[in-house]
């Protein structure tokens, strides 16, 4: 079946723009006989626009100057734009006698970036097929990098901010803690999608066309990346890091209603995974590390009850209760940092040498155990309080329970385990 056949093609007034898909968010094979298309390519890279007016050239320039020394005439760009106020799209339609490899689609009955990309997809002729910000806050020579790993076998290669060079500019306090917070959310939903790769929040990646035929697709707001893992049939996945630059021009498009949107996708995407008993057998915990992580776990506990002492006894120091158990459950949570980073996980960290990387997994270990921490007592109180369990098996019950959480959020964001290419 063509193209055609499956979603109308609305024909835009203007002949120089794309015509916009309409129908089924579904990704079809390419068919360069279709009489509505032309020549295929290899790689179509996506940019989803709207009021980017002020950073369209320049990132239309710095793209086409460098896949035209590796791709020559073998890619294709498409701006897609929802009808931005600031004729984003006219800016860009202006540049396509000088850049023959763009296309434009000006969108006027739809919106959202997640459909703009598919939408974008379903025009584009590549095997590839890409999608990057027009914000110029992804670094376009990125765009290489993973070029590289799909040529080297990769289905799907994500640029990242939690792997190798990579990281968030400067983003304040409470953006980072929200970030990282709707990813442990995503965790806890979708460990076998979520978890598959260090920065499930990109939306700067490539993935194989093949991997998204005939995948009914259903995104929300702006995270297609979930979507693709969600639904794709993707095998090998790499990954690049990356600074996410600070935006130089227009307006930031991120707020509450894009969370929102994010955690009803991920409830829907959970739905659509089958039966919640199947989350048990995806989270894949390594039994041999979870038990060096438990037996880490027991000289910690032989750690803080020997500095509680020192500190709390009348007969040592002799200082308060909760100042002496704060210390000595920091002192344990360091032994327990120390040996997981050694032994533990010593085969990932071998691979992330430094202080300063070394640094940013203990905070974040810490975040983890403190979490854990506040989660024992929830639990130990419920089985104790509501359930009526002896408060020693409740409080054995929440603690074993706590240490599998904590080890598998360790091994998800603390020392991940996502191969990098």
């Known amino acids: 079946m063509k193209a055609h056949d499956q979603y109308e093609f609305l024909i835009n007034e203007n002949?120089?723009?794309?015509?916009?898909?309409?129908?089924?968010?579904?990704?079809?094979?390419?068919?360069?006989?279709?009489?509505?298309?032309?020549?295929?390519?290899?790689?179509?890279?996506?940019?989803?626009t709207y009021n980017e007016g002020k950073n369209i050239a320049a990132l239309i320039r710095l793209l086409t100057t460098m896949?035209?020394?590796?791709?020559?005439?073998?890619?294709?760009?498409?701006?897609?734009?929802?009808d931005s106020p600031d004729l984003t799209w006219k800016i860009a339609q202006g540049l396509m006698s000088e850049?023959?490899?763009?296309?434009?689609?000006?969108?006027?009955?739809?919106?959202?970036?997640?459909?703009?990309?598919?939408?974008?997809?379903?025009?584009?002729?590549?095997?590839?097929?890409?999608?990057?910000?027009?914000?110029?806050?992804?670094?376009?020579?990125?765009?290489?990098?993973?070029?590289?790993?799909?040529?080297?076998?990769?289905?799907?290669?994500?640029?990242?901010?939690?792997?190798g060079e990579g990281g968030v500019s400067n983003w304040s306090l409470t953006r980072r803690f929200l970030s990282r917070g709707a990813q442990i959310l995503g965790l806890l939903l979708l460990p076998n999608v979520i978890g598959r790769v260090s920065d499930?929040?990109?939306?700067?990646?490539?993935?194989?066309?093949?991997?998204?035929?005939?995948?009914?697709?259903s995104p929300l707001g702006y995270k297609i990346l979930i979507e693709v893992l969600g639904r794709g049939n993707i095998d090998k996945i790499a990954e690049s890091g990356?600074?996410?630059?600070?935006?130089?021009?227009?307006?930031?498009?991120?707020?509450?209603?894009?969370?929102?949107?994010?955690?009803?996708?991920?409830?829907?995407?959970?739905?659509?995974?089958?039966?919640?008993?199947?989350?048990?057998?995806?989270?894949?915990?390594?039994?041999?590390?979870?038990?060096?992580?438990?037996?880490?776990?027991l000289s910690g506990v032989f750690v803080d009850m020997a500095i509680f002492y020192l500190f709390s006894d009348p007969n040592a120091l002799g200082w308060g209760l909760t100042r002496s158990k704060i210390?000595?459950?920091?002192?344990?949570?360091?032994?327990?940092?120390?040996?997981?980073?050694?032994?533990?996980?010593?085969?990932?960290?071998?691979?992330?040498?430094?202080?300063?990387?070394?640094l940013k997994r203990f905070l974040k270990f810490n975040v983890i155990c403190l979490a854990g921490l506040i989660l024992n007592v929830f639990i130990l109180n419920f089985l104790f309080n509501v359930v009526g369990i002896n408060r020693y098996l409740a409080n054995f019950i929440a603690i074993g329970l706590v240490t599998i959480w904590n080890f598998w959020l360790n091994i998800k964001l603390s020392w991940r385990t996502t191969k990098v290419s």
């Open 200 to 217: 499930p929040m990109s939306g700067y990646f490539l993935v194989r066309r093949q991997t998204l035929i005939g995948k009914r697709l």
């Open 67 to 82: 896949l035209d020394q590796v791709l020559w005439d073998n890619y294709e760009l498409i701006v897609v734009d929802d």
């Open 99 to 163: 850049y023959p490899q763009l296309r434009v689609m000006r969108r006027c009955s739809e919106r959202g970036l997640s459909t703009a990309v598919i939408r974008g997809w379903q025009a584009a002729r590549g095997e590839i097929l890409g999608v990057i910000d027009g914000d110029l806050q992804h670094p376009p020579d990125i765009l290489l990098s993973l070029l590289t790993q799909i040529q080297q076998g990769a289905d799907l290669a994500v640029a990242s901010r939690h792997v």
């Open 327 to 358: 210390i000595a459950a920091e002192v344990a949570i360091i032994n327990n940092f120390f040996w997981n980073d050694r032994w533990t996980f010593g085969h990932i960290t071998a691979n992330q040498p430094g202080w300063s990387m070394r």
């Open 242 to 297: 990356y600074v996410f630059r600070e935006r130089k021009e227009g307006n930031s498009k991120v707020t509450w209603k894009q969370y929102i949107e994010y955690l009803h996708h991920l409830l829907r995407l959970r739905l659509s995974q089958g039966r919640v008993g199947r989350l048990k057998r995806s989270l894949k915990i390594p039994i041999s590390q979870l038990i060096r992580f438990c037996l880490v776990g």
């Open 15 to 48: 002949e120089s723009l794309l015509p916009n898909p309409v129908g089924l968010l579904q990704i079809d094979h390419y068919d360069p006989h279709d009489d509505l298309k032309t020549d295929s390519v290899w790689f179509s890279l996506i940019v989803p």
